[in-house]
């Protein structure tokens, strides 16, 4: 390949690393000759989607010779009513991914800063490199709880935009909502706050914020949904944002003009409206957590309460090795490596038979 054009990749786009998924099962079977395999790396809903959902899909396969509604009206319509806001206070997305991405073509210009807490979701960074900004990263206090104030002091003149992961990834503590509420009086004029919610289905907390009503009462607060968890949709990639209309209105500029295809379009908006479904899974979730945490409590070994469907654990060892060894049994987890947890592993919430599988595995290792 010609030298010149490999010299005329953008500087950032080179400071860029791919994203590392969680390994698939199919892989991990070859690779060790396995036929049973638990998938707890990637905070996906152990159940998979609901029968209605599976019919909807079925329903709209004779139509894919047509381009998806480029605006997902319908999806944005179901959307605005559960959360009582309007249609244009939404957008939806090719996952929320696509989202992050958007907003840094949005919003970002070279050299503004993002502040984000560490350790967070890796995609806040890839966005923000992406439109050659840098990142402010503020340290989780003790307990990987939430410090608001010290993130107040990393915002400078040049930040345009604050990711704020609750309940958090990886490690499921999450922001208060009379913390965030004074946060925001405190913050200075100019700066977008990104609450990115992924999890959000999951919270027991009472005391827990919820963006929607700082959307609702005009803050600079875009808060980010996703149908990969709860709605147990992560494999057709549906997203939504909820943020001023006038703020939706610039993000919708950068966006594809059919970014979010057909199938699912009408899965969420299924999926969306199968509360029995959204019930089993809460259920599932709260379950599988209670015995993790007693297995956890009977091996010695730390974990962070969670409000989301995944665990962050310290195994007190190099957690690449723990890693390596519970995919050798069919277990696939999380390193915390990547995050700089180099003890620590996350693990999703499974179902109870892949839970113990897990529990089994640590126990061996
Ligand atoms: C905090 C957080 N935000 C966003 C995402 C991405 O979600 P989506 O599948 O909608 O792109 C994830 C996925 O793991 C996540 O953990």
Redesign the pocket.
């Given at each position: 390949m010609s030298r010149q054009i490999l010299q005329n990749v953008r500087k950032n786009v080179t400071k860029l690393s791919p994203y590392i998924p969680g390994k698939p099962i199919r892989e991990v079977q070859e690779e060790y000759g396995l036929s049973e395999v638990a998938k707890l790396a990637?905070?996906e809903n152990p159940i998979g989607p609901s029968k209605k959902v599976q019919a909807a899909i079925q329903s709209v396969l004779g139509e894919l010779h047509r381009y998806p509604d480029g605006g997902s009206t319908e999806l944005k319509r179901a959307i605005a009513q559960k959360h009582d806001v309007t249609p244009e206070h939404i957008l939806v997305g090719n996952?929320?991914?696509?989202l992050?991405k958007m907003l840094s073509e949005t919003f970002l210009h070279p050299g503004d800063e993002v502040v984000m807490p560490a350790p967070s979701?890796s995609?806040y960074v890839f966005g923000t490199l992406l439109m050659d900004g840098s990142v402010n990263y503020v340290p989780l206090a003790e307990g990987f709880e939430y410090d608001l104030d010290a993130i107040l002091r990393a915002i400078t003149p040049r930040t345009k935009m604050v990711y704020l992961?609750t309940p958090n990834?990886p490690t499921g503590t999450y922001i208060r909502k009379e913390a965030f509420a004074a946060f925001m009086r405190k913050l200075p004029e100019g700066v977008l706050i990104v609450l990115?919610e992924?999890?959000y289905e999951y919270v027991t907390a009472a005391d827990a914020v919820h963006g929607l009503s700082f959307v609702r009462e005009g803050y600079p607060v875009v808060v980010?949904h996703?149908?990969?968890k709860l709605y147990a949709l992560?494999g057709l990639?549906?997203?939504y944002l909820v943020a001023d209309p006038s703020i939706v209105q610039e993000i919708n500029r950068v966006r594809e003009p059919f970014n979010v295809n057909t199938v699912a379009q009408v899965a969420a908006v299924t999926a969306l409206d199968d509360t029995e479904h959204v019930q089993t899974s809460i259920e599932v979730n709260e379950s599988g957590k209670k015995q993790l945490y007693s297995a956890f409590e009977r091996l010695g070994l730390t974990y962070i309460p969670t409000q989301t469907n995944f665990i962050l654990v310290d195994t007190k060892r190099p957690s690449k090795e723990v890693f390596q060894q519970l995919l050798k049994v069919g277990v696939i987890i999380r390193s915390g490596e990547p995050f700089g947890l180099s003890t620590w592993i996350r693990v999703s919430v499974g179902t109870q038979e892949e839970n113990i599988r897990l529990i089994e595995a640590l126990e061996q290792i």
């Open positions: 990637s905070n996952g929320s991914d696509e992050i979701f995609q992961c990834n990115d992924a999890y980010l996703t149908f990969s992560a990639r549906v997203g």
